[in-house]
T-cell receptor, first 111, second 112 residues
């Protein structure tokens, strides 16, 4: 079983739609959680950290469920510019904090 | 400007040659990482370093070597022992354990 799993998609949605991605992780000792965005042939860029209480940044909301070992990303009012691959990232306590990436979920927002 | 610089952006090498990819950061970060990404795939960890003069193997270290002689520099050598070296190589750094990482623009290596 992979340490971090994501549905690769692609998710094809119309502009203005709300879309949600989930990511599951296998190690209950996972410490920190992040969502990154990666555009085609570019480097990943930090979208947001994920906190236990959940957090929101504009149209983006991230949630953490430690009991079920998953994190989620909700995008409201999708824009064409949201089209990208979204990477789920966790770090594991006692593992020198190395970052473990999921394979990514591809989002395509259509006009 | 503060950031992470990888060079070169594109690199072509003949099979059997060793090649070194550069990664420099001026963010004063302690931790540095090397990842490999193949088309349509996620990032796989090659090596990482939490402090100067120390580094650990990641999931796919075979055929690669690194050094961390200075805090700001973490070069990656792709050796001839690496069976499929053609890939997109990404260097990242973070302030410390369990913190977010920031990436360089990557190096696309093509071995012919």
């Amino acid at each position: 079983r992979k340490e971090v799993e994501q549905d690769p998609g692609p998710f094809n949605v119309p502009e203005g739609a709300t879309v949600a991605f989930n990511c599951t992780y296998s190690n209950s000792a996972s410490q920190s959680f992040f969502w990154y965005r990666q555009d085609c042939r570019k480097e990943p860029k930090l979208l947001m950290s994920v906190y236990s209480s959940g957090n929101e940044d504009g149209r983006f909301t991230a949630q953490l469920n430690r009991a079920s070992q998953y994190i989620s990303l909700l995008i409201r009012d999708s824009k064409l510019s949201d089209s990208a691959t979204y990477l789920c990232v966790v770090t594991v306590s006692g593992n020198t904090g190395k970052l473990i990436f999921g394979q990514g979920t591809t989002l395509q927002v259509k006009p | 400007d503060g950031g992470i610089t990888q060079s070169p952006k594109y690199l072509f090498r003949k099979e059997g040659q060793n090649v070194t990819l550069s990664c420099e950061q001026n963010l004063n970060h302690d931790a540095m990482y090397w990842y490999r990404q193949d088309p349509g795939q996620g990032l796989r960890l090659i090596y990482y370093s939490q402090i100067v003069n120390d580094f650990q193997k990641g999931d796919i270290a075979e055929g690669y070597s690194v050094s961390r002689e200075k805090k700001e520099s973490f070069p990656l050598t792709v050796t001839s022992a690496q069976k499929n070296p053609t890939a997109f190589y990404l260097c990242a750094s973070s302030a410390g354990v369990n913190t977010e990482a920031f990436f360089g623009q990557g190096t696309r290596l093509t071995v012919v």
